[in-house]
């Protein structure tokens, strides 16, 4: 039927897609549904003409026939009023889907190819990785194979090391019983001497003493010309290549102190040699101990009957053992002698010094001992000196011997060629310190009158050195440099041929300091106490003893 009655009587026309309704149902999933909707309207001029039914016809082929459903969908909502306009726009979106297509299709390959390299380049990136690791598996074995090296050849050397030190034990045990049985056979030799011998020594009892006295000139000899040529070689560019024989000195070294000595509250240190036994005097607390050694390894602690008031300077004469202490609570100081008695014990010698200060300078002549330069109450130094009579055991006065030109304290005495030196020092008065260079010196010849001077030796390279005379040679070491302000460790010679002052090279104390006492043994130079902190003695070092060995 193609038409149908309405409500009112009147008759309508049925559209033809709904009289075919059924048939375009089973039809719409075709590629060609758009297209016969449009022939299917109900005017002419809705219809498309036959060459529009030609173009549309030819663009269905094979391929687009995956573009049907979004071609039926645009067809489906094309108003049938206005055919031209719906023609048109299925024209465009057909030819859009082509194009679209066809970019599609055409970029493909594109995204296959770079797909394919990445591909390459991850395998080859794996490779390396691989490769890599394999290396590092060969480093690490050839690294513990170097480390169980190392284990065996430590092992080697501990043994080396072990067997050495067995070898060194072996030979000193050898040489002490060399030692011994050398002592036994000189002892049964003297005891065997024949009576004609005894007789001789008996009508010469000095025999000995100029046996020793030869020895000891003869040793001084060749140190005085091992340390000149020494000194001369030092001053080329290859010094350095001196055979360890040559070498008159060693290298300063710092000794063990005594177990019983807290050196961490020692406030003072003194020491004296006598008998070639190093005797050192340190206080703390208000207490003193007295400390022996010979060999700077073994320390004996001499124990005393009393205490020894605070001691400020150590002198031996005459072979024993004098004290320079300040009197508890006053400004003056007094002597003090060690008893030779069982057990030791120090006395008074001489009653208090009749000269008020503070003397921190001391040296023996040949009949007593003189104090020289004092600080007072005032806080000011002065030049006064006092002798000490051991034949009289008494102060002289009026003293025979002249003031010091100087008014200096803390100087350093020693005896060198006939004459007294005391070298370095300081000036002070109230608030200021003033150090000094120069050596005054008094002639102790038989004959000469007793007047200073400072002609002797030349003015010092360091202020507040330690001074020592050993086998015919002054040594200074330590002290304050006034240029740098500051305590330094070098050690000088006074070279009699030029009469200077001259450095030893390579030779500084481990500590340097200012203010410290260097004492002379036949085989070596001590040197004990000091301070480091400058010669205002800001910090107190704690009893330090070094030692520098004679190689001759």
Wanted: net charge neutral; hydrophobic share 35%.
């Amino acid at each position: 039927e193609r038409s149908r009655l309405r409500a009112d009587g009147t008759s309508e026309e049925i559209a033809e897609t709904d009289r075919r309704k059924i048939d375009l149902n089973q039809i719409c999933d075709h590629p060609l549904y758009t297209l016969i909707i449009q022939c299917l309207g109900n005017g002419p001029e809705s219809r498309p003409t036959a060459d529009l039914l030609v173009r549309q016809l030819r663009g269905f082929n094979c391929e687009s026939v995956g573009e049907s459903s979004s071609s039926r969908s645009i067809g489906k909502v094309v108003d049938r009023s206005s055919g031209k306009e719906a023609e048109c726009a299925n024209e465009n979106t057909e030819a859009e889907s082509v194009n679209l297509k066809s970019k599609k299709m055409a970029g493909l390959p594109n995204f296959v190819e770079m797909a394919e390299k990445e591909r390459c380049a991850q395998e080859s990136r794996a490779r390396e990785l691989k490769e890599q690791l394999s290396q590092l598996a060969r480093e690490k074995e050839e690294s513990i194979k170097e480390v169980d090296l190392l284990k065996k050849n430590m092992e080697d050397l501990s043994r080396e090391a072990d067997t050495l030190r067995q070898a060194v034990e072996g030979a000193r045990r050898k040489a002490e019983t060399t030692k011994k049985e050398a002592a036994l056979l000189c002892s049964q030799t003297q005891g065997t001497q024949p009576s004609g011998m005894d007789q001789a020594q008996k009508s010469s009892p000095r025999s000995d003493e100029v046996e020793i006295r030869d020895a000891i000139g003869s040793q001084s000899a060749r140190f005085g010309a091992l340390l000149q040529k020494y000194l001369i070689e030092a001053k080329k560019p290859l010094s350095f290549i001196f055979e360890p024989d040559t070498k008159p000195l060693t290298k300063w070294r710092r000794v063990s102190l005594p177990d019983s000595l807290v050196a961490s509250l020692v406030s003072e240190c003194s020491a004296a040699v006598i008998n070639d036994c190093f005797y050192m005097v340190c206080s703390s607390q208000g207490t003193c101990q007295l400390f022996k050694t010979t060999d700077f390894e073994r320390w004996t602690e001499v124990y005393v009957e009393n205490n020894l008031p605070n001691c400020l300077q150590l002198v031996q004469h005459q072979g024993r053992l004098y004290s320079v202490s300040k009197l508890p609570g006053s400004t003056y100081v007094q002597l003090w002698v060690l008893q030779d008695s069982t057990p030791p014990a120090w006395r008074p010698a001489g009653g208090s010094c009749p000269v008020e200060g503070v003397f921190e300078t001391a040296f023996s002549v040949q009949n007593g001992i003189v104090l020289a330069g004092c600080l007072r109450q005032t806080y000011r130094s002065f030049p006064d000196l006092v002798k000490f009579n051991s034949d009289t055991n008494a102060w002289d006065q009026p003293l025979p011997l002249p003031n010091l030109p100087s008014p200096v304290i803390g100087g350093k005495a020693c005896l060198y060629n006939q004459a007294v030196h005391v070298v370095s020092g300081m000036s002070r008065n109230v608030g200021t310190s003033s150090p000094s260079l120069d050596v005054v010196s008094m002639s102790v010849k038989a004959g000469d009158s007793p007047e200073w001077s400072r002609t002797h030796l030349p003015p010092l390279p360091r202020a507040f050195c330690g001074c020592a005379v050993a086998h015919g040679h002054v040594f200074i070491a330590g002290g304050y440099n006034l240029g740098k302000y500051q305590t330094v460790g070098e050690m000088f010679v006074y070279d009699v041929v030029t009469h200077c002052w001259v450095e030893i090279p390579n030779q500084k104390l481990k500590t340097p300091r200012c203010g410290l006492q260097l004492q002379a043994m036949p085989s070596c130079l001590v040197a004990v106490g000091g301070y480091t902190g400058g010669f205002n003695r800001d910090q107190a070092l704690s009893c330090t003893v070094e030692v520098l060995d004679f190689n001759f």
